[in-house]
């Protein structure tokens, strides 16, 4: 098994940056999610809500981001002393916040209030101590700082969709950190812990799939194939403690290093059952 692809979101819900080698540290991949809006009371914004999102190319510049959208482009720095408190789900997080010329030129990109932040190093933020065994560190990320998904499981959802009349879905929808090329789908759901480029994975949460799935990564429309309908029939979790359809795991990293489009995955350990799924006719 290799690694096929490797991608950043350097802001959060923003485009997918594709990279050949990418820095891993405790806190996922270096880059990943450190920039996010919020609305003028701090709470998080995605795709979710705004769509247009799909449409933000997120580049990191020394002390900062570029941001372009269409033909608008906007390159921000923030002043470590300018802070605010933001929310991501359940995890407070002291963030820098940039300028207030620069949120008003982006609450007219979106057409709503907004504030850009930044996960500098002053901020922390930790989760998943019920799932990692203690608390990882981690960016802006919905959960976990690692998204790693395997290749034959799109292969197999694809299937499903086809069999719908719908239409495919590239891996894009899924907003994955580490894509693994592997020859049996869903076999993920018994990886416990893996090793990519000397590195130690531990995959310790399977990934609840939500709307943002059905949305198109480049425009951000709900257009094209429906990966939600097409999971529901084999990939609706019956454990409570994680609802919904699943699709990829959340991964901890356990050491650090760089990680290369093509390492070999290594499997060091596996679970002695699947994640239980509802099956549907």
């Known amino acids: 098994m ?3 692809g490797l991608n950043i979101h350097p802001l959060k819900s923003g485009r997918a940056i594709p990279r050949e080698i990418v820095d891993i540290d405790r806190d996922g991949l270096r880059g990943d999610r450190r920039f996010m809006l919020v609305d003028p009371d701090g709470q998080f914004i995605t795709q979710r809500e705004l769509q247009s999102l799909a449409q933000v190319e997120a580049t990191h510049v ?3 981001v570029s941001l372009v ?3 608008r482009k906007l390159t921000v720095t923030f002043d470590p002393a300018s802070r605010m408190d933001v929310r991501v789900w359940s995890s407070d997080v002291n963030a820098t916040v940039a300028a207030d010329a620069v949120n008003t030129t982006l609450s007219g990109w979106f057409g709503r209030p907004v504030k850009l932040v930044h996960m500098d190093d002053r901020a922390s933020r930790k989760v998943g101590e019920e799932w990692a065994g203690e608390a990882a560190p981690v960016g802006f990320a919905d959960g976990f700082p690692v998204l790693i998904t395997n290749m034959a499981s799109l292969a197999d959802l694809n299937v499903s969709l086809i069999s719908k009349g719908q239409e495919p879905v590239g891996m894009d929808r899924f907003r994955t950190n580490i894509l693994v090329d592997n020859d049996e789908p869903w076999e993920e759901d018994l990886w416990e812990s893996v090793e990519i480029g000397g590195i130690v994975f531990d995959l310790v ?3 609840a799939r939500c709307i943002m799935t059905t949305q198109d ?3 951000g429309e709900r257009i094209g194939g429906n990966p939600i309908q097409g999971l529901a029939e084999k990939r609706m979790s019956a454990d409570r403690r994680v609802p919904g359809v699943l699709f990829g795991w959340n991964a901890v990293p356990r050491s650090e290093g760089p990680v290369r489009l093509g390492d070999e995955m ?4 596996t679970r ?3 994640w ?3 099956i549907r006719a």
């Open 217 to 219: 990564q480049i425009t």
């Open 2 to 4: 290799k690694v096929i």
């Open 69 to 71: 959208m269409g033909g």
């Open 266 to 269: 290594r499997i060091l350990k």
């Open 62 to 64: 020394p002390d900062g």
């Open 276 to 278: 239980p799924m509802k």
């Open 272 to 274: 002695t059952e699947r």
């Open 205 to 207: 949460k399977p990934c």
